[in-house]
């Protein structure tokens, strides 16, 4: 086993190119969204809620090489309190897509209708004549067979997901009812003696101080929007749900400690009869960043909340990351939280920074598709350069084949060149809401569904005294 070694602080650059713009970018994307306007502290209500579609050109299905997907305009402005209504009834939530109340949900149905298929005639061979879905299932609403016949046909095998589609009929609906969302009224700062227990999302929600999620459909619904900075605030927090010797390993516990001992600071500095907490900026490098990279920023300040002492730098790297033409830049929601968006690649974007620090630096790329036959070599110098950096690097899959297919990809390309720091297991802060493929209704996932860890190798210089003689 390898030491840790201290490593020497280091500063950051930021490159003259990127501006400070204070205006959020919401990028070209395929996964179309707009819910509810919040403040940067709490989260106002709204009477129009919409999440999820998405289009045609970001399936995130494994065969497909697109897998971008984005939360673009997920916050809209408030509406006056005088034009606030409710458009559905929680009784009446369940309505064929084609014949929803709600634009957005018939457009839904257009994109399967153009782009979907029908099971049976998918199952019927290459010579087969295949049609689009046109007919709606009655149960879940969803256009799932190309006609009536097809659709007794393939009956017993859509049973196992009508179900899921039903649920997320009702779901899409709920968000755009206009109802008073109160599970999106976020919690604010916490105070520096407030414990929050990160084992689930039952008990961060609980000790968090969050509205009471008295629903299935409230905990999936804020799960989708918080998956991503809570997953990482789980990792780093000293309540991290997962346990030395089974899921984090003896390296894996070293790099934490590191980043811990700067999050959580134990030596004051008396200055002036002034006690001083020393702080130094967490990096958080997200590469090959999509859906993660167009939550509205404040959404990224409940991870800044769980470590009031420690100010935070997330870098959103990757060319999804941004509209096409539109230049990186850099942009500070307040005093704890600074955001990059650039869209470079990795390996060029590594470049610009000066130094990398354990103490400080982590990487986490969320459902990258590494393993993908089209993607394998693109990823090979960004991991790379990852690597080099000897920083902690966390990964997440939407399902087990997709962590699976990734894992195998690395420990082919890169053995011998790292050590585990945290071995493959369930997220338990993935998102509980499933996204559905909608050229193919068969095919759900759970964003972050699985998560691992790995660390460039590190070599320590041991001395044999005998080798003095």
Known sequence: MTHWKQVAKTTRSVPNSMVLPLKHRMGGCSLNASLLARSPTSTATTTTTTFAQLSAAGSFHRGLAIRSISFKNMFSKPEPEAEKKTILDQDNLFHPLS?????????????????????????????????PPTYECPDCGYPTHCS?????????????????????????????????MKEFEFPSSQGFDETVNMGNWDMYFYTRGFPSMDSGRSMRHVSKLLTYPITVASILHESCPYTF?????????????????????????????????????????????????????????????????????????????????????????????????????????????????PYTDLFFLFSPGIGHDSAREGWKPTIQKALETKCPIFLTGFDEHDMGTDIEAVEQDYSGEFDWIMQPTQNEFRSLKRDVNLMDLRQTIFANWGIWGIRGKRYDVTHNPEEDD
């Open 245 to 357: 010797g089974k899921e984090i390993t003896v390296e894996g516990m070293r790099s934490l400690s590191a980043l811990r001992t700067i999050l959580y600071p134990r030596n004051e500095v008396i200055k002036n009869g002034v006690n001083l907490i020393r702080t130094d900026m967490i990096n958080i490098y997200v590469v090959g960043a999509r859906a993660e990279a167009t939550l509205p920023p404040h959404i990224w300040l409940q991870l800044a909340y769980l470590f009031p002492r420690s100010p935070f730098h997330i870098h959103f790297v990757g060319p999804d990351c941004l509209p096409p033409n539109k230049a990186p830049y850099t942009t500070s929601l307040n005093e704890r939280v600074m955001f990059t968006y650039d869209n470079s690649y990795y390996h060029d974007y590594h470049e610009k920074i000066e130094k990398f620090d």
């Open 99 to 131: 014949k929803s109340p709600i634009a957005e949900l018939r457009d839904r149905a257009s994109i399967i209708n153009k782009y979907g298929v029908c099971p049976v005639c998918d199952t019927q061979g290459p010579d087969h004549h295949k049609h």
């Open 148 to 180: 009536e016949d097809h659709y007794h046909e393939g009956k017993d095998a859509h049973q196992h997901i009508c179900g899921i589609l039903r649920e997320q009929n009702e779901d899409d609906h709920d968000l755009r009812s206009g109802r008073t």
